[in-house]
């Protein structure tokens, strides 16, 4: 099944995003993790067919890396 959680970011530059993907990826090998910057809220978007996501533990990286995080439901 396949499941898909979406987070509105403050996450501006490309650069920034290209390495929170690749970190993202490290920690949660699992996931498909990618952004849109071209839309205004700034989109996180992980997908996964294989385990449930962490929408905390995101969330969680995210803050400590002094990103704003917030889930879209």
């Not at 990618?34 to 996180?44: A, K, S």
Request: proline share 0%; aromatic share 10%; glycine share 2%.
């Amino acid at each position: 099944m396949k499941r898909v959680v979406i987070f509105k970011t403050n996450v501006n530059k490309y650069r920034e995003a290209k390495q929170i993907v690749m970190t993202l990826l490290q920690l949660f090998s699992s996931y498909k993790v990618n952004f849109d910057l071209d839309d205004e809220e700034r989109i996180l978007r992980i997908e996964s067919t294989q385990t449930d996501i962490e929408t905390k533990g995101i969330i969680k990286q995210m803050l400590d890396w002094g990103y704003q995080c917030e889930h879209i439901k």
